[in-house]
């Protein structure tokens, strides 16, 4: 299976909107919202093992 690495252009103007947001944040603020982040990719991760594991 061949998996794209690249960003859609989709993904490019989200990242470019989060840059913007995230630019004035306080380090605790940065903090927070780094581990919200890895919190959902973590979330991500199950729900592909799960939904892998069902097929």
Avoid: Y
């Amino acid at each position: 299976m061949d998996f794209p690495i690249e960003l859609t252009l989709e993904q490019q103007f989200r990242l470019k909107n989060l840059k913007d947001q995230v630019k004035n944040l306080s380090q605790e603020e940065a903090q927070e919202f780094l581990l919200e982040v890895l919190r959902q990719m973590m979330v991500k991760d199950n729900l592909v093992k799960h939904l892998l594991k069902q097929a």
